[in-house]
């Protein structure tokens, strides 16, 4: 027979409370009561795992709550070999809270790194097509409504753009109807190109100034554009903008206050990252289908150029800027 | 015969079930109900008082985590969070909460945190789910977007409420719940309609309605049968927020002058006119520096204010009289040592920045027991479900209580 534990009874319903004596048993519980023995079979409590240095509490099925100081011998009777128990025990365990301290930093950097991607590219892939192209209609339109204008570029320099890029197109095997282009004016926007997700690729007439009738650059940005179309980028980011943002509230949302900002600061710096890492990738499908052209990657290294002849750059942007730094780009197209 | 869950009888149901049970058959029932008509009836007995107003008896509030100990819960339930891809976290959840209740003890009594790991995993996955198809939905159309903003919008409030009943309903201290019962409309006048009309005062009535927002949060609350009672006064709104507007005004121009003088010189020496250059970065992180240290300082001092006023005004009649005396300086340098710990240890620190807090907390507070703080009965209502909870969480439509 095992010795007696003394604990507090709270009654059921009330914010009475005595003392009780406590007797573990074989399969029930025995409680010594102002002099009265009652005893409750062990599948009628119920108690939470045990938790640090905590009194354990302990639901008795009439509604009444038994506490007790926490011992081996309590919390092994109360937990037995629980899943719940065995997870919990490693928060005391010295080479649980190592392990934890070497793992949880890297598993982390795993998550974010390799398997949120790659769970973004399989949910890209179930996103219905319908609902891409009524996105991208409703996308431009609302576009059409605030920032951009109907060019200004004479009929003949779009029809010379259109047949120049027919051609690259069927150069490269892809299906010509997929991609259409659109040019715009867009005085806010300024030298700009950016693909919908169902393929409508959107010029600026600023950019054509920019580039200066250069085809075989414009040819390059486009390509790059196509890149994040093909590999469904835009359904990618909002799946990994939505898995990230949701596991760092829930890993790190308890958090209060200036902790919260830093929350707040690490899910933007996550974000770019995936961002950039699509950018990337953007790049090199571009680089990758310039070589089957036959052409090296100075077209895109000069299209780089001009842009970067626009705005300087500084270091801190390599963290909080969504596209990767031009030197990096101009660099890799030149590899 | 089934164990029959009496709590939810009421006397007069307690005394009809007792007259039609035949104790030589069950005698383990009788005892049971028998246990139960005696408590439904205690209060309506005459407490044994005399006329002369009793004496309170002042307890103390102590804390009893530690941040080794804590570190231990932290790391693990994190790792195990990270590797179940955050599945893991709803145990964390209520892990940590039951730490943070259960340790807190006032008058010898624990609290204790209810929840159970699966309703907060439910709610977490509705939230998902929601969050989910709302950002599916805005990225299909600007005005589907704005919709549902809107509509999120209009249903803050009862967010608010249903997170407040959730929260008061999960936690417990001598095995008897609290619970909150402000109403819906309320909650849209409190939490929607006053914080614009007060846009167009300039947020010049603001105190007023903060206040009033602590009205309805803690006049609301529920100990088992009592009600929170409180008597707040709009001046001390007044005076915390104006005193930390000062505070901050006073703090920003201290720190603003050599700032300006700094970037005189340094703007004369053309080090700032190079983005890449290390002057650049380092100015543009001291401000960051200097802004939240305003923003504590000056919090610190509303916060530790309003919380002393309104625990200082809360009771339950014969039941309890809380007090606090929480220090505009303790607070200050709990906050800035804790932030130096983040910073200093990358975030490792968490765990005893979270019990110095509570601690600190604990420590400012104390309470005034009377006669009837044994005499308490617990309230029973339907269990509140934490989807409301989980999903303002996710949209980040929390409160913050003090």
């Known amino acids: 027979m095992s010795e007696m534990l003394e604990g507090v009874l709270y009654a059921p319903g009330s914010s009475k409370s005595c003392q009780v004596w406590l007797q573990l048993e074989d399969g029930e519980l025995r409680l010594l009561v102002e002099g009265n023995w009652h005893s409750y079979p062990k599948p009628s409590l119920s108690s939470a795992p045990a938790l640090g240095r905590m009194p354990r509490e302990i639901k008795l099925p009439d509604g009444g709550m038994v506490q007790a100081p926490p011992s081996e011998e309590l919390n092994l009777w109360l937990d037995g070999g629980k899943l719940s128990a065995r997870l919990a025990a490693l928060e005391t365990n010295k080479w649980g809270i190592l392990a934890s301290i070497l793992l949880a930093p890297l598993c982390l950097f795993g998550v974010f790194k390799y398997v949120i991607p790659a769970l973004a590219i399989s949910f890209a892939h179930y996103v219905p097509q319908a609902y891409i192209n009524t996105a991208s209609e409703h996308t431009l339109l609302a576009l059409d409504e605030s920032l951009l204008a109907p060019s200004q570029l004479s009929e003949t320099t779009r029809q010379d753009y259109l047949n120049y890029w027919q051609g690259t197109v069927s150069q490269l095997g892809l299906s010509a109807h997929h991609y259409h282009i659109q040019f ?13 997700p169902d393929g409508t690729i959107v010029i600026t007439d600023q950019l054509v100034a920019l580039l200066e009738q250069d085809k075989e650059v414009l040819q390059a940005i486009l390509l790059h554009e196509i890149g994040h179309v093909e590999h469904r980028h835009s359904m990618r980011l909002i799946a990994q903008t939505l898995a990230s943002s949701v596991l760092i509230s829930y890993l790190f949302g308890d958090l209060s206050g200036m902790a919260d900002l830093f929350a707040g600061a690490s899910t933007t710096l996550v974000q770019n990252q995936f961002s950039q890492e699509l950018e990337w990738e953007a790049d090199n499908y571009a680089l990758q289908q310039l070589d089957k052209l036959g052409q090296d990657g100075e077209s895109f290294a000069k299209a780089m ?31 | 015969m089934e164990p029959v869950d009496y709590s939810t009888y009421s ?70 969070s990270i590797v179940t891809l955050g599945i893991y976290s709803a145990w964390a ?13 006032a008058d010898g009594h624990r609290f204790s945190y209810l929840a159970e790991p699966m309703q907060i995993l439910k709610g977490r996955i509705i939230g998902l789910v929601l969050f989910g198809s709302y950002m599916l939905a805005s990225y299909l159309s600007p005005f589907v977007a704005a919709i549902i903003m809107l509509l999120l919008f209009a249903l803050m409030p009862v967010m608010i409420c249903l997170s407040l009943r959730f929260n008061a309903r999960m936690t417990a201290y001598r095995n008897v719940r609290f619970g909150f019962q402000g109403g819906f409309g309320r909650a849209y006048a409190l939490f929607m309609l006053y914080p614009i009309l007060s846009i167009f005062t300039l947020y010049l009535t603001m105190p007023i309605v903060l206040k ?20 707040l006064r709009t001046g001390e709104y007044y005076v915390a927020a104006i005193g930390a507007s000062i505070i901050g005004a006073i ?21 700032l006119q190079e983005p890449e250059g290390p002057a650049a970065t380092v100015f543009l992180i001291l401000t960051m520096l200097m802004y939240v240290l305003v923003i504590t300082v000056a919090s610190c001092y509303y916060q530790s204010h309003i919380r002393n006023h309104l625990y200082n005004n809360s009771h339950i009649e014969k039941v309890v009289k809380l007090e606090s005396a929480l220090g505009f300086w303790a607070l200050t340098k709990l906050r800035l040592v804790n932030l130096l710990m983040l910073v200093g240890s990358l975030g490792l620190a968490y765990p005893w920045v979270k019990v110095r807090t509570a601690a600190l907390f604990a420590e400012a507070t104390h309470l005034q027991l009377f006669a009837e703080a044994d005499q308490v009965v617990a309230e029973n209502s339907a269990d509140p479900n934490a989807i409301a909870e989980e999903v303002s969480e996710i949209f980040d439509m929390d409160i913050g209580l003090t």
């Open chain 1, 184 to 196: 715009r004016h867009a005085e806010k926007l300024g030298p700009n190109a950016f693909a919908l």
């Open chain 1, 305 to 335: 150029e001009k842009l970067a002849s626009l705005a300087p750059s500084s270091s801190m942007e390599r963290w909080l800027s969504s596209h990767p730094m031009l030197k990096d780009r101009i660099d890799n197209a030149r590899q």
């Open chain 2, 11 to 80: 006397l007069s149901e307690l005394n009809e079930a007792r007259k039609q049970l035949d104790d030589t058959v069950h005698p383990e029932h009788a005892e049971v109900l028998d246990a139960w008509i005696a408590y439904r009836q205690a209060p309506a007995q005459p407490a044994p008082s005399s006329t002369e107003p009793e004496q309170p008896r002042r307890a103390a509030v102590r804390f009893h985590g530690d941040g080794q100990e804590f570190f231990g819960i932290w790391i693990v339930n994190l790792l195990l």
């Open chain 2, 93 to 105: 959840k209520v892990r940590t909460n039951r730490y943070f209740y259960g340790n807190l003890e």
């Open chain 2, 212 to 231: 009033k927002m602590d009205e309805y949060i803690y006049g609301n609350m529920r100990f088992g049968d009592r009600q929170f009672q409180t008597n």
């Open chain 2, 251 to 271: 703090m920003a121009v201290i720190i603003m002058v050599p700032a300006g003088i700094l970037i005189a010189v340094l703007a004369g020496s053309g080090s």
